[in-house]
Nanobody
């Protein structure tokens, strides 16, 4: 069982930056691939970024490539999403995901980018 708690969301102007954090419980955090997803009002949840259990491989949606960076610190059981050059279309609730056969989700953190 893994519990995930996101933090770091907020209101930022276009062009600004935010760093999201996701703290995970459980001794097997380092075994999980981790990811970030987001859901804007009236839209389906979509993939944003993912990172392998070791941190050696990362994957990004085309819409965020070059602007967002996912990383993890297995010693702190935490995964991060550094978001730069934010755009109003990045406004959404951002969810942390842990995957090892099954998926675990956090409660989400709101990111609002004003134009």
């Amino acid at each position: 069982q893994v519990q995930l708690v996101e933090s770091g969301g907020g209101l930022v102007q276009a062009g600004g930056s935010l760093r999201l954090s996701c703290a995970a419980s459980g001794r097997t955090f380092s075994s999980y691939a981790m990811g970030w997803f987001r859901q804007a009002p009236g839209k389906e949840r979509e993939f944003v970024a993912a990172i392998s259990w070791s941190g050696g491989s990362t994957y990004y949606a085309d819409s965020v490539k070059g602007r967002f960076t996912i990383s993890r610190d297995n010693a702190k059981n935490t995964v991060y999403l550094q978001m730069n050059s934010l755009k109003p279309e990045d406004t959404a609730v951002y969810y942390c995901n842990a995957h090892l056969g099954i998926d675990y989700w956090g409660q989400g953190t709101q990111v609002t980018v004003s134009s």
